[in-house]
């Protein structure tokens, strides 16, 4: 049993009334207990750190540890390095501050761990995140070679009062880099993210302080709706770009815009550049030679898909064969060339471009004979590209490996001929057209040499003329190059042998006269009966033999005088307006029967008519041989009726 001490009681009372009056007097704050540890399991420096409340001057810190030598006293901050050897490790210690501030001091509460054991990393920074369909992928820099544990807190938009907690494996990506994965997250809208994490080689590690909150942007899922107008400049092309903003989700922590185009992007002939912009157009020049303008949207959260625009070079209207190219040749710096082949539609393809850094060897790789390559010259004026010169060019020309296409001959005449044919396809042009060579010779004269002639190279057509009629020809067309000839391509025609049409027209004429001369003769006749009638025969009575009918003789004569009367009824017509008349229906009925035995006469009006112009004329012609007297006298009722149409009154005299 432990007796009464009076003097260790006096003692205590001594030592609290001293601390008593210290405290009292100096007002001294007791900071927190020091904690140390590492920064990682390999570090060999330990850090100790306390918190101190209330904010005096002048305060220093001694920091004590029950096994310790050669600490550092008397310093201001509340936090200090100490190494590794300085300590004891591997056993539990305690630790302690002493604060002195004026005349007073006073001690923190004690600590006691093992210091080996004990390791804080620091807080995770440089955090990068990434949409992974709706996982979310965070990464930062890695505390240690280690993987180790992370606690991650997040939250969405839309619920922004409480954070939805994780613990992870943070793995090792890289060398020095932490990764862990959320899942099932919404990537259309943006997150608030914060990260701690602890490692796990040790017995008594310390979650790290919390990492800065972290705004995740939505994922940009598709790529920018890109529109673009070019503007013809002076060797050059003003490329205005634009699209839609992207939603606000994915741009909360802003959005850029990289625009990347081919021909700034090998640095020919302006230098290197990499357009970026956060608003939604962009301008920029380009040369004339074709270029390919990609567009891509970047957020803390990822790139959006590449959108890409495609411009074709510029079209020239006559593309003239260069007379000079810079190829091979040393170039001044801000001068670039390029080249490249042309397909069959004319198309560049298969670039290929020369400036001054690029060596002149690749030119050999590059450029064949026989091919025809698009050349631009361009140049870096004022900071813009330019295209200089634009032309084409063979390295070597040969002769056409083809012939013009679909050669054929049309329209034969006696004469001449159309002649119509394609154009040589380019890849078997293999140099600079000059012109086709147009042959042409009788296909049964052996010995006589053709005729040639030159047509222009642009000529797809030609009319050959001068040619004999009723004649077999043997044709051909090649294309030439300065070089030479190319295959022929060729046709034989016949010209349409001479007819013996003049000798028809003129037996037609013939025909025509005689019939007219007839109708003439016949007309004359009527005509000449008319004017001068026929003198009646003086009748001479047989006194002889009737003696007694004397006096009728005399009556007789008188009928005569009457028949002359009747003549000169005021509706006769005279004889030639009616022959006339009649002729002319004549003429109709021939052309009419002709058209009517093609149709089959259904149509009931056109065959009345034509059944009374048939009677008139059958009357008319029954009449012909009959004595003027009743002619005349049936000719006068003769009745003209709508221009084509006789009818006949007859009178039954
Ligand atoms: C210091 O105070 C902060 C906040 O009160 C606390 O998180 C931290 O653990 C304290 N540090 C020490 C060493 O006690
Ligand atoms: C501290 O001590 C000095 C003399 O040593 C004295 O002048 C001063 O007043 C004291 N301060 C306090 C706060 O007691
Ligand atoms: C982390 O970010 C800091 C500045 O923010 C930078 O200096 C450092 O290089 C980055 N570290 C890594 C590993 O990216
Ligand atoms: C952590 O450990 C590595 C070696 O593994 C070291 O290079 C690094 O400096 C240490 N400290 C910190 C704070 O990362
Ligand atoms: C971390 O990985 C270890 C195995 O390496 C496993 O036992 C543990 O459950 C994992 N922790 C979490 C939170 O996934
Ligand atoms: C951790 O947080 C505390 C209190 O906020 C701060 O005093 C301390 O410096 C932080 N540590 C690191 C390594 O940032
Ligand atoms: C731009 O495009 C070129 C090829 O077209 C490519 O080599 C280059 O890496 C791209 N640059 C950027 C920043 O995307
Ligand atoms: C674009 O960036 C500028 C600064 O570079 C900034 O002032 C402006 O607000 C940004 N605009 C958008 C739409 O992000
Ligand atoms: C543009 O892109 C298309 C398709 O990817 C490619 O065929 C063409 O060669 C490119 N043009 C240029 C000038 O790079
Ligand atoms: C080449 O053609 C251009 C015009 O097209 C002319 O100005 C130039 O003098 C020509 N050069 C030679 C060497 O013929
Ligand atoms: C482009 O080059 C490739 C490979 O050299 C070749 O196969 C292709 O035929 C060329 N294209 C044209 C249109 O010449
Ligand atoms: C290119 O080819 C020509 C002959 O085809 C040759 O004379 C010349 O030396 C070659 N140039 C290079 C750089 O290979």
């Avoid at 001690?107 to 804080?120: D, E, N, Y």
């Avoid at 069959?344 to 590059?366: C, H, L, W, Y």
């Avoid at 009646?536 to 009457?562: C, G, L």
């Amino acid at each position: 049993m432990e007796t009464f001490n009076p003097w260790s009681s006096l003692q205590g009372y001594a030592i609290f009334m001293f601390l008593w009056m210290i405290n009292k007097g100096s007002a001294c704050e007791p900071p927190s207990s020091p904690l140390c540890f590492r920064r990682n399991s390999s570090e060999t420096i330990y850090k100790c750190e306390w918190n101190q409340t209330g904010n005096q001057a002048d305060v220093t810190y001694d920091l004590h540890f029950n096994f310790a030598i050669d600490l550092k006293n008397n310093f201001k901050e509340t936090s200090i390095d100490i190494l590794a050897e300085q300590l004891i490790t591997e056993r539990i210690t305690e630790s302690w501050v002493e604060v002195h501030t004026g005349n007073s001091s006073c001690r923190s509460p004690r600590r006691s761990a093992v210091l080996g054991q004990t390791v804080k990393f620091d807080p995770p920074n440089n955090i990068t995140v990434t949409w992974i369909q709706n996982s979310l992928i965070l990464k930062w820099s890695a505390a240690e070679k280690f993987p180790a544990l992370a606690e991650i807190w997040f939250r969405n938009e839309d619920h922004t009062e409480t954070w939805d907690k994780a613990i992870t494996n943070a793995t090792l990506s890289g060398a020095s880099t932490y990764q862990a994965i959320i899942r099932n997250l919404l990537k259309n809208s943006f997150y608030q993210v914060q990260i701690r994490h602890q490692c796990k080689q040790v017995k008594e590690p310390l979650w790290s302080n919390w990492s800065q909150v972290v705004i995740v942007p939505a994922e940009l899922e598709h790529k920018p709706n890109v529109r673009w107008k070019e503007q013809l400049l002076d060797g050059k092309r003003k490329v205005i770009l634009s699209w839609e903003s992207v939603p606000k989700a994915a741009s909360v922590r802003g959005i850029r815009f990289t625009l990347n185009d081919t021909q700034s992007s090998r640095g020919c002939p302006c230098k290197k550049k990499i357009h970026t912009t956060n608003s939604t157009h962009y301008t920029m020049y380009v040369s004339n030679s074709a270029v390919n303008i990609s567009v891509i949207a970047t957020n803390a959260a990822g790139s959006s898909p590449l959108a890409s625009v495609q411009l074709p070079a510029v079209q020239m209207k006559d593309l003239k064969v260069c007379n000079k190219t810079l190829l091979g040749e040393k170039l001044e710096k801000s001068m670039c060339l390029e080249w490249y082949e042309l397909d069959e539609d004319s198309v560049p393809t298969n670039g290929s471009f020369q400036s001054r850094k690029r060596e002149k060897a690749r030119i050999n790789e590059t450029v064949q004979d026989h091919i025809r390559y698009l050349y631009f010259e361009q140049r870096c004026h004022k900071g813009k590209p330019q295209t200089v010169k634009t032309c084409f060019f063979y390295k070597e020309e040969g002769a056409p490996n083809k012939e013009p296409q679909d050669f054929r001959a049309f329209g034969e005449m006696h004469t001449s001929v159309n002649l119509s044919w394609k154009a040589i396809p380019l890849k078997n042009q293999r140099g600079v057209l000059t012109h086709y060579n147009l042959c042409w010779v009788k296909s049964n004269s052996q010995d006589v040499p053709p005729e040639c002639r030159n047509i222009s190279a642009s000529e797809t057509k030609h009319r050959l003329d001068k040619l004999t009629p009723g004649t077999k020809y043997s044709i051909s067309l090649t294309g030439v190059t300065r070089v030479g000839k190319g295959p022929e391509a060729t046709v034989t025609v016949n010209t349409k042998p001479e007819k013996p049409v003049n000798v028809w027209l003129s037996f037609g004429l013939l025909i025509i006269f005689f019939l007219v001369s007839i109708m003439c003769t016949f007309v004359f006749k009527r005509i000449k009966n008319k004017l001068f009638p026929p003198v009646p025969r003086p009748f001479i009575p047989n006194f002889t033999s009737h003696q007694p009918e004397t006096p009728v003789t005399a009556e007789h004569k008188e009928e005569v005088h009457d028949l002359m009367l009747q003549q000169l009824h005021p509706e006769s017509r005279t004889v030639c307006e009616e022959t006339e008349e009649v002729t002319v229906l004549g003429g109709q009925w021939d052309d009419r029967s002709g058209e009517d035995m093609k149709n089959d006469n259904s149509d009931s009006g056109g065959s009345d008519e034509e059944s009374l112009s048939a009677d008139t004329l059958k009357t008319t012609s029954e009449r012909e041989g009959t004595d003027l007297e009743q002619m005349d006298s049936e000719l006068a009722i003769l009745i003209y009726r709508n221009g084509l149409v006789f009818d006949v009154k007859t009178d039954s005299s």
